[in-house]
C-alpha cells in the first residue's frame, strides 16, 4: 500500500519512464498536431432558431413540473444568442419563432410575466423597428386575451411606440386598447390615462380635452389624487387651445 501512495505522490524523474512508453506519446503528440493542422478553419454559424415542440408534450416531459421547464426554456432561449464560437446578435434572430417560444413559455406558466418582460424590455428595444413592431403586436395579443394581467407590458409598448417608434398613431391604438380593455381594480389610472397624453402629444388637444372632462364629470374617478391630476390636466389643455386658436387668428 505505502509503495502504491508512493509511486501517485512522488514526482519520478523522466529517465524512468520506460523508452516504450516515451515513444508513444511523443508520436501521439505529432499526430495530434497532424491531425489539427489538415482541418479546416472553424468558422462561427448561428444556428436557426428551431421551432418550439408543442406544449403537450413539453407537458407530458416535465413529471408534473411545467412552472420548472417553463423556466428552463426561458433561460435556454436568453442563452440561445451565445452559441459555442458564435456570437449572435438580437437583430439576427427569427422573431416570428421567437414568439413561439415565447407563447410556448406562458402556456406552460400561466401565471408567470418573464416572457412578456423579455419581448418588451430585451427583443422589443432592439433598433430594429420592423422587428420592434413584432414583439409589440405580439404583446398586443397577449394583451387581448387578458388585459388585466398584461396591461404593464402593453403600457410599456405606448411608451416605445410613442418615443422610439415616433408612431403616435400606433401609440394611440394600444393606449385606446388600454383605456377600454384594461378596466380591473388593479390597473392604475396613469395606464388609462396614456390616451390622454397620446392625444396631447398628437395636437388632438380637444379631443383630450373632452376625454378629461367626460372622465371627472363620470363620478366614476374617487381618488383624489387622480382627480387632482385630471383637474390640473384640463387646465393646461384648455391653455394650449386658447394659445393654438391666438395664433391661427394672427
Not at 7 to 21: E, I, L, Q
Not at 174 to 182: P, R
Not at 203 to 220: C, D
Amino acid at each position: 500500500m505505502h509503495s502504491y501512495y508512493h509511486f501517485f505522490n512522488k514526482d519520478r524523474p523522466v529517465s524512468d519512464v520506460p523508452r516504450a512508453v516515451k515513444f508513444f506519446l511523443v508520436l501521439a503528440l505529432l499526430l495530434q498536431l497532424l491531425w489539427h493542422s489538415l482541418q479546416d478553419p472553424v468558422v462561427a454559424k448561428a444556428e436557426d432558431l428551431a421551432a418550439p415542440l408543442s406544449t403537450r408534450t413539453y407537458v407530458m416531459s416535465s413529471l408534473g413540473e411545467p412552472i420548472a421547464v417553463s423556466k428552463l426554456l426561458n433561460l435556454w432561449l436568453q442563452a440561445f444568442d451565445n452559441q459555442p464560437g458564435a456570437s449572435i446578435s438580437f437583430h439576427q434572430l427569427d422573431y416570428p419563432r421567437l414568439t413561439e417560444w415565447l407563447d410556448t413559455s406562458l402556456a406552460l406558466d400561466p401565471r408567470g410575466h418573464y416572457p412578456m418582460l423579455v419581448a418588451a424590455r430585451v427583443y422589443g428595444s432592439i433598433q430594429d423597428h420592423e422587428k420592434q413592431r413584432i414583439m409589440m403586436d405580439y404583446i398586443f395579443y397577449k394583451f387581448n386575451e387578458d388585459p388585466n394581467k398584461y396591461w404593464r407590458w402593453l403600457a410599456h409598448v405606448v411608451i416605445t411606440a410613442k418615443h422610439e417608434l415616433k408612431d403616435l398613431d400606433l401609440a394611440l391604438k394600444y393606449a385606446n386598447a388600454l383605456a377600454e380593455k384594461a378596466t380591473g381594480e388593479n390597473v392604475p389610472y396613469w395606464a388609462k390615462d396614456m390616451k390622454i397624453i397620446v392625444l396631447e402629444d398628437m395636437g388632438q388637444l380637444e379631443a383630450a380635452k373632452i376625454l378629461v372632462g367626460a372622465l371627472i364629470e363620470s363620478n366614476e374617478i374617487t381618488d383624489p389624487y387622480e382627480l387632482n391630476f385630471l383637474t390640473r390636466k384640463i387646465m393646461v389643455l384648455e391653455e394650449k387651445v386658447l394659445k393654438k386658436r391666438q395664433s391661427v387668428e394672427k
